[in-house]
């Protein structure tokens, strides 16, 4: 932990510091905040409980410019072996007390604070009796995450629930101060599969909370289709450490389906391997490092091109630095 102390050598961080008032951790491993448990550390690291905690470290990280990567539950990300520089901010936001349900003559909302994990607001919702966000069930990030990757499953996706989201932006002209706060409905997000506006980094924008379309019926009947999804996603899709789908799926086909098909099934570089059960899940099989990960998909693609003239594109998001590819033994 460090703290401020009266003869610290100012830094953009100590500033920060001063600010928030929160403590920062130094030099914490990053493997232990994202769901393949790989990558190096963070050179600083502090935890948001609240959504005004969130909005608070992230005013204070602008103001005084420091270099930040903000986390959910890290699980569409693959970080690097050498570690994020600056501050990594780690989204707990979240708790069913952090999960309202409000009732309007049109419909039934649910907001949620952005930490909250998908799998607590859906077994909330279907406690309630409110259906709408089954498709989530088993994605295990936090609605924040989701917001931002128009996350998505059996016939849903964020495109279609989010009603609005409360969210905290870069002033462009920050004269006229830090931040700005605004609400977006669906549409200010511009979805697309997998994709939003605020994916591709050129607007600095924060989720705080977010308003999801609901309506009434049994919680007998949404458990049930909950427990059917997360049947055909045991089927289907591997346990174990990873990041859930590696590639988007190309316009008409599957990304799963070109990897089998280019006989890259099972295939292994270090301690990462192309999952037996569904070819666009990549496993750690316990002491794989990011650059396994990252070489293995190099190869991924450069075979799915070169047999099948696909380029393979990411929905996972490398976070820092990696290696040119080293050379890879296809029998390794
Ligand atoms: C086993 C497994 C199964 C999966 N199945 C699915 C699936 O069926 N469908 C699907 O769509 N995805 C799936 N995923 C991927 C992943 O769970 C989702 O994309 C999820 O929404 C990511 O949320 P997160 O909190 O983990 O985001 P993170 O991985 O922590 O972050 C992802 C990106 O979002 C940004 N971000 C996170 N929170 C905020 C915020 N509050 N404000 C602004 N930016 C933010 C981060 O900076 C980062 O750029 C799966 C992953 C795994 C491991």
């Known amino acids: 932990m460090i ?129 709408g966000l089954e498709w989530a069930t088993g994605i295990p990030g936090t609605v924040g995450g989701a917001v931002v990757n128009n996350a998505g499953a059996f016939n849903g996706d964020i495109a279609h629930s989010l009603i609005m989201a409360d969210i905290l932006q870069q002033n462009p002209e920050p004269d006229q101060g830090i931040s700005l706060r605004q609400t977006w ?56 450490a990873s990041m859930g789908s590696i590639f988007k799926n190309p316009p008409g086909d599957y990304a799963g389906r070109l990897i089998e098909a280019a006989g890259l099934k099972g295939l292994q570089v270090g301690g990462a391997q192309i999952s037996l059960q569904h070819a666009n899940f990549m496993v750690n099989q316990g002491n794989a490092c990011a650059q396994d990960f990252w070489d293995l998909i190099s190869v991924v693609q450069k075979e799915v091109l070169n047999q099948f003239d696909v380029q393979l594109e990411l929905e996972i998001q490398p976070l820092g630095t990696f290696k040119e590819v080293q050379k890879v033994n296809q029998s390794d």
């Not at 953009?12 to 403590?23: F, H």
């Open 3 to 131: 703290m401020l102390s009266d003869n610290e050598v100012k830094s953009p961080v100590y500033d920060l510091l001063a600010q928030i008032g929160y403590p920062l951790r130094q030099n914490v491993l990053l493997s232990r905040y994202c769901s393949a448990q790989i990558g190096g550390p963070a050179e600083y690291l502090i935890e948001a409980n609240t959504a005004n905690q969130l909005e608070k470290i992230i005013q204070g990280i602008w103001i005084n410019h420091v270099p930040y990567t903000l986390l959910g539950r890290g699980s569409n990300v693959l970080i690097s072996d050498v570690g994020l520089s600056g501050i990594v901010v780690i989204n707990r936001a979240k708790g069913v007390g952090r999960i309202r349900v409000c009732e309007t003559a049109e419909e039934i909302q649910i907001w949620a604070e952005s930490g909250v994990n998908l799998g607590t607001l859906t077994r909330v919702a279907a406690e309630k009796g409110l259906s």
């Open 185 to 240: 409905t669906s549409s200010d997000f511009h979805y697309s599969y997998r994709n939003s506006r605020i994916k591709n980094e050129s607007e600095q924008v924060v989720i705080l909370r977010a308003c999801l379309r609901v309506e009434k019926s049994k919680p007998e009947f949404i458990k049930a289709k909950m427990a059917q999804i997360n049947q055909k996603r045991k089927a289907t899709q591997p346990p174990g």
